[in-house]
């Protein structure tokens, strides 16, 4: 253990710690400091006033930051929740999308087998329709000679 030397409020103090000399020393610019916000508030504080009304505020400003931290780690893990519950949704929207797009590829291959039988049959139309045209004009021109 380190041995410090400190000054609070005017009296001198040694504190024994393992915390590093220029920690201690914050820690005690901190309560000089509340001290000396109580004092300029009432001048008329003693000593031990002093140190017990600076420990109060001291204590209410740690409840403060413990309520800010559970209330600070239960927002995460709301957060936290509604993370993994919206990945999931992405993860089955994905796996849909992928099915329909799947499924569209089917039904695009399906219209592009149909549009090859439509262009097949209009040719074969097309053929028989010529091939009869022609033969009714043979028909005609033969008639009429």
Do not use: F, P, W
């Not at 253990?1 to 504190?15: A, F, L, N, P, S």
């Not at 508030?41 to 009304?53: E, H, I, V």
Request: hydrophobic share 25%; charged share 40%.
């Amino acid at each position: 253990m380190k041995k410090t030397k400190v000054e609070i409020y005017g009296r001198k103090y040694t504190v024994n710690s393992e915390y590093d000399e220029r920690y201690i020393d914050h820690l005690c610019g901190y309560v000089n400091g509340k001290i000396r916000e109580l004092v300029l508030k009432n001048q008329r504080l003693d000593y031990a006033d002093a140190c017990a009304l600076c420990l109060m505020n001291v204590a209410d400003d740690y409840v403060s930051e413990q309520k800010a931290k559970s209330h600070a780690l239960t927002e995460n893990e709301q957060l936290s929740k509604s993370y993994k519950e919206l990945h999931e949704r992405l993860k089955k929207a994905e796996l849909a999308v992928n099915e329909l797009s799947k499924k569209n590829n089917k039904l695009e291959d399906e219209v592009r087998r149909k549009d090859n039988e439509i262009v097949k049959l209009k040719l074969s139309l097309e053929k028989t329709y010529d091939g009869n045209s022609s033969e009714s004009s043979e028909k005609g021109s033969t008639e009429k000679k």
